[in-house]
């Protein structure tokens, strides 16, 4: 079934966050460790990339690896960015080729060094990039990012660089890490738990939410193009009443 041709391309999405979610029970299902869930991961990421760019999604946003995620094995961790460089050393010519905008976001001082400048030399060839900008989220805590929003806004205060009354929304957006995006306009969480985890906390503030049971080595092309079409089945009123939005010179 072509999934894609089902999606109106007058409603997308222009902000899409995703929570993968599932790797380790996947692997479990079928007998073996967390890690060869991780390893086929990467399928799933590539095939939501794609599915992103087909559909005319300008920003996505993957939830790679937390900042609790340090907590995790020492082997597992290892084992993470790993494929973290592996990966990016696999398809930065794809990113290149089709016009894809690689960025990062979390606390890279705890990443290490060969990750660092594996994911800076990406982010330097695709940095003019204008069809997808596609954000990783590594060792990353919306907590953390709004914390550090708060301290550097009231460093300028302090500075007399800003004063208290100055402080919006605008102000806050532009100290977060995400500065150069839109909000997210769509959130997905795969392998059936509904929690949002510590990401993006202030983006989603009117964001749609799509919660699907798949695991995510199983995430498909198609998974992302439904959870789009559910999307335009929703009325997005932020605040207003459905009379509104429907009849917005009526009211």
């Known amino acids: ?39 086929n991961g990467v399928k799933a990421v590539k095939e939501t990339i794609v599915a992103a760019g087909n559909a005319g999604v300008k920003a996505l946003t993957l939830y790679a690896f937390s900042t609790e995620n340090w907590k995790r094995p020492e082997t597992e961790i290892k084992t993470l960015m790993t494929l973290l460089v592996t990966s990016l050393k696999n398809e930065a010519k794809d990113l290149i080729k089709n016009n894809i905008k690689l960025q990062v976001i979390g606390n890279q001082n705890h990443l290490p060094e060969i990750v660092r400048k594996g994911l800076n030399k990406v982010i330097e060839q695709t940095k003019n990039n204008t069809v997808l900008t596609l954000t990783i989220a590594l060792s990353y805590g919306s907590r953390e990012e709004i914390v550090n929003a708060f301290k550097n806004i009231a460093k300028k205060v302090v500075n007399n660089d800003l004063s208290v009354e100055e402080i919006n929304e605008n102000i806050i957006n532009n100290h977060l890490y995400t500065f150069t995006l839109p909000d997210v306009d769509l959130m997905i969480r795969t392998s059936g738990e509904k929690r949002i985890s510590n990401f993006l906390l202030w983006q989603i503030a009117y964001a749609e939410l799509h919660f699907t049971d798949v695991l995510w080595p199983d995430f498909t092309k198609n998974d992302f193009y439904n959870a789009i079409i559910e999307y335009q089945t929703i009325e997005r009123r932020f605040g207003k009443t459905s009379d509104q939005i429907k009849l917005p010179n009526e009211i």
């Open 1 to 39: 079934m072509d999934f894609l041709s089902k999606i109106n391309t007058q409603n997308i999405p222009k902000h899409v966050a995703v929570i993968m979610d599932g790797n380790g029970r996947w692997a479990k299902k079928q007998g073996k460790s967390r890690i060869f869930g991780h390893k």
